[in-house]
């Protein structure tokens, strides 16, 4: 059973709308005793339009959403007497012709009350929750021209709220039960495309039922799933032991690749052999022998002890290590710079890894931070 709706209320919602609607030639602005009468959507188009109406209209033609219709509504309202009544006080409108229900879906039910004396529709929509027009009850969705009900193209009205629902729901019933030879445009549509949809599925499904070898055979093996005939832990066991001859992406090594041509670099590890009169690697490996090798602790010291020579012999030993002293730090000059620019690019290379990795620079600040640390505590031992 449909529950109760009562009707529009005469002395609640007819009355203080009739007795606002002259105000629209006195002021641009709608009286604020309309705004809580008018159904939330029509409420916001009337505080938002009414502030753009030119000096010469009104704000009534705001309360039809047909622009057609809402020209009209000024001059029907404006050859109306909307005054109250001497002695009642209410305003006059003489009988309501009737009035009818439709429900839209299952949560919007509208009526119409047709005034024939004043020549006005009011449509109004039933509202629940709306605390800007205070209860649950009718708010006005619309004021139009009176037309002639059987000219009404739009969805029939009907006496009653019950019997309003009943058919809502008898259509409803109706449409899900359709045949499928009478359906309409729109559900053709949508049935062809339901159908599509399940060709789909069908194509896609037909993967599962395909051969799991690739009938061509790859440079990098790929990975295949466990097959049958065999133990489930000897299966698993081939599966997983099949990642072992997988090459990894970031390796640039690729030993299925063709070695036989080296192809260009855009690293430029050429760049610094080319820039310095000595290789970096002979460099370090000269510094680290130069290092580790002893060295006698009395003979240079007789080289510098003579400040000046006696003879002629010793003058020729004294520039001769003073010619060695010099190519020796010039050698280290050069060393400690190619090391500088070794360790410069191992920096960046590490910070391009970690990158491409997704690792962030925080985390790899840490890291490197971290084994500064280590090499420090290595010093101090």
Known sequence: MAPYFPPPSKDTLLLPLLACLPFAFVSRRPPPALLPMLSPILRQRVKLLSDTVSSDSTWLPLLCWESDEALELPNIIETVSFEPHPVSGEVEFGEIDRIQYRKLDEETLQSVLRLSDVGLEVHSIWCEGDQEGGEDGWRVSELKPLRDPSNDTSRPWYNTVSEADEKFRADTQQNRLRPEAGESHEHSVARATENTANNDDDYWAQY????????????????????????????????YARYDGVQPEMDNDDPSANRQTIGYSSLNGNSLPNALPVSVNQLVQRTLAEVQQPKPAEKPLEDLIHTRPSSSSS??????????????????????????????????????????????????????QNELDTVTMMDEE
């Open 208 to 239: 599962d039922q395909a051969q799991s070898q690739t009938p061509a055979q790859r440079l990098t093996p790929g990975l295949q799933p466990p097959y049958s005939g065999k133990s489930n832990a000897q299966a698993e066991d081939e599966y």
């Open 315 to 368: 003058a020729s030993s004294s520039a001769s290590s003073v010619a060695k002293l010099e190519r020796s730090a010039h050698s280290q000059s050069q060393a400690e710079v190619a090391i500088q620019q070794h360790i410069s690019t191992t920096m960046k290379s590490l910070y391009r890894l970690t990158r491409g990795a997704g690792i962030e620079m925080s985390e790899f600040r840490r890291l490197v």
